[in-house]
Nanobody, 128 residues
């Protein structure tokens, strides 16, 4: 069964760090870009970050630039989102996803409709 599984979420104090993982089951992530999104309570799902299949291109939404880092470990078939200097506004359910064709690049718009396979999501709560 082909699926993405997020892990590493939880509760962290403001200013702290957390590392989210997006692991693939049933296929290799090597040939796919991976995007991270988040959905805060009462809000729409929004883009956070993305890394191309070649790792040569990354995207960060303005609110996380300089604080979050996306990376890939091919040996572990996993993409990570390192969250540093966490803020209460980072509280959300975080999702990883694979773009629709071409799946090797992050869509320039990072629109949700440009992504197909999604993980189930993982809760991140940042306390003040």
């Amino acid at each position: 069964q082909v699926q993405l599984v997020e892990s590493g979420g939880g509760l962290v104090q403001a200013g702290g760090s957390l590392r989210l993982s997006c692991a693939a089951s049933g296929f290799t992530l090597d040939y796919y870009a991976i995007g991270w999104f988040r959905q805060a309570p009462g809000k729409e799902r929004d883009r956070v970050s993305c890394i191309s299949a070649s790792n040569s291109s990354t995207y960060y939404t303005d609110s996380v630039k300089g604080r979050f880092t996306i990376s890939r470990d091919k040996a572990k078939n996993t993409v990570y989102l390192q969250m540093n200097s966490a803020k209460p506004t980072d509280t959300a359910v975080y999702y990883c996803a694979i773009p629709l064709y071409p799946a090797t690049y992050c869509p320039s718009s990072m629109a949700l409709t440009k992504f197909g396979t999604w993980g189930q999501g993982i809760q991140v709560t940042v306390s003040s």
